[in-house]
């Protein structure tokens, strides 16, 4: 898949281009229909399959303190969207200029710049200044370039519409099992792992503190059964969200024991993929509850989630 930066680089050197047009941001379910039937049309009109979006939230320029938490970082997007197929992927900043374009000139400067002959969005796409566009204004838009435009319809996860807004719901209040029926996969959260105060160790428990950047969501407080990837490596974990209110501490962390595994992971990457929520954050009247808790939870993950 070939990345394009800025729009500088866009000179309509595509041929038969597909377009889809987004945020795509945790590159759901209702996503992934977008971008599939984009790369699809493109396939059968030997073409090239575009997906455009944004490496920042629009919101950051007009609204920053209301830019919702992201489900992914910039470099996680692009790999997922890398697995759909698409050919290349057109990832510019969201500048004042773009603010304040009108619908009309932005879909002149997508007709300008890469001449599709194929448009693909969601139901609920908006776009151009204060978002005046919407999916009915961009068929009369573009069709005076002679572009056909594709609607997507809703997608549904049985009685519920895939959005990224429901997700971010689900997540914040632990239901990760639910989350990852509108993403597709399970959740995930990278980040380095970092010195902590050694507290699980001491218990028998050693965990890996994990740092995660401050845009991205942080399911709710609980403990969870995940997946942990650490290079080529994939290992069942336990992952506490929370502030340690048995010990009286405030500050939020992600820390994360992972199963069968001793080695020196500090300064590595980890990946968590949430599987499930196994309680809620407690605080305990004793040490000794605590361990004995957290055992109860690692037979319990053991058992529901991690059965060979």
């Not at 196994?278 to 305990?284: D, N, Q, V």
Request: glycine share 10%; proline share 5%.
């Amino acid at each position: 898949m070939l990345l394009i930066k800025s729009l500088s680089e866009l000179q309509c050197q595509f041929s038969n281009v597909s377009l889809a047009l987004g945020t795509f941001d945790g590159v759901h379910l209702a996503h992934r229909h977008v971008i599939s039937r984009t790369v699809k049309w493109g396939r059968e009109h030997s073409g090239t399959s575009i997906v455009f979006t944004f490496s920042n939230h629009p919101l950051s320029l007009i609204h920053p303190q209301r830019v919702p938490p992201q489900l992914q970082t910039v470099a996680g997007k692009t790999t997922e969207i890398r697995k759909l197929g698409v050919n290349v992927l057109v990832r510019v900043p969201f500048t004042r200029e773009l603010l304040h374009l009108p619908p009309e000139a932005f879909v002149e400067l997508l007709a300008t710049k890469i001449n599709p002959r194929h448009i693909v969005v969601g139901p609920n796409y908006s776009f151009g200044d204060k978002g005046k566009g919407n999916p009915d204004a961009l068929i009369a838009m573009a069709g005076k370039y002679g572009i056909e435009t594709e609607i997507c319809p809703k997608i549904m996860a049985g009685d519920v519409m895939v959005s990224s807004t429901m997700i971010r719901h689900l997540l914040s209040r632990g239901d990760v099992a639910a989350a990852a029926n509108l993403l597709g996969r399970a959740y995930e959260l990278s980040g380095m792992v970092v010195h902590g105060d050694q507290r699980g160790r001491t218990l028998g428990f050693p965990t890996a503190n994990l740092r995660v950047p401050a845009n991205l969501l942080i399911p709710g407080k609980g403990v969870y059964a995940v997946r942990v990837k650490a290079g080529r490596a994939v290992h069942g974990g336990l992952c506490n969200i929370g502030v340690n209110p048995t010990f009286g501490a405030s500050q939020l962390r992600v820390e994360t024991h992972i199963l069968n595994f001793d080695g020196d992971l500090y300064g590595k990457r980890l990946t968590i993929g949430f599987l499930g929520r196994l309680r809620s954050e407690k605080a305990f009247s004793s040490v000794e509850a605590l361990v004995g808790q957290m055992r109860f939870d690692l037979q319990k993950a053991q058992t529901e989630y991690f059965v060979e």
